[in-house]
DNA sequence: TGACTTGATGACCTTGAGGTCATCAGGAGA
DNA sequence: TCTCCTGATGACCTCAAGGTCATCAAGTCA
């Protein structure tokens, strides 16, 4: 499971790049749901980041960074400080390790090892795509 | 992941599930590494459920109530109201549906249908088990 | 230049999980 | 009965995630 707010990341990138032009941060909350407040605090950060540019007066907005598209979410994950990318144990916050394991070790870490692959495989022009084909 | 307080809980009955008589609940503790005082809250709640036995007063304690150690994990999840149990999209908290959907959907499901399984599988014999062995 | 538009920024709020602590109440035994 | 041991109970604390809001600052354009 993502946090909340890199869902919010990967879905705005997403849509994002389903634009060629800037886009008010306000029509990014309106196209994907996400709290037009918190988005423009997201933006921000991708900003800092270098993945999205902003410009602010008239006809300012968000646009994707060039290149950006080719990010993967287990990427946006890390940008985002997710914590999906520790180790953590199935029963608890800390790591199984050598010494304190859990009888879930062995099939959580395989199950992990699947997420984390996705993760990476899956890219911001992946879910653009997904956006467009459902916008039909 | 299930909650830590889950993960708690667990822990705590696979080790009364080695024991034949009751146990202070620091003892638990000390054998867990759990909060005392929380695993205290843990304890009573579950002992409202009818999972474990209390005994206030001298040569007091808990004790696992007879039949407990074939519950699952999926069932102590439930009972502890574990979040793991609802169904949740990969980039949020809303589950997937027909009309809200995302690109990680299909891969999500499987993988909460591996999760839900291996928890219905896993019970607190096996905890007990894993236990007896690593503490040999 | 001045008005307007828009992102930038930081203070603050809300909620739930995890955790502590003081106090109450029931059981055992001298 | 009195005392001590132990779980029961509820008030409270802490922290992080998610979210709101007021205000500032940078662009655009008449």
Redesign the interface.
Known sequence: ??A?T???A??ALGFLATQSTPVLIRNVAKATGIPPSYLAKIMHLLARKGIVRTKRGTRGGVQLAPGAEKLS?YEVAVLMDDPVVAM??????EPCSPNR????HE?WSK?RE??LA?LKR?SIA??AR?LKR?SK
């Open positions: 499971m993502l909340q890199t869902g919010y990967i879905q979410f953590r144990c199935m029963l608890g916050t394991n859990c009888p879930c099939f199950q699947r997420e996705m899956k992946h879910m997904f459902r």
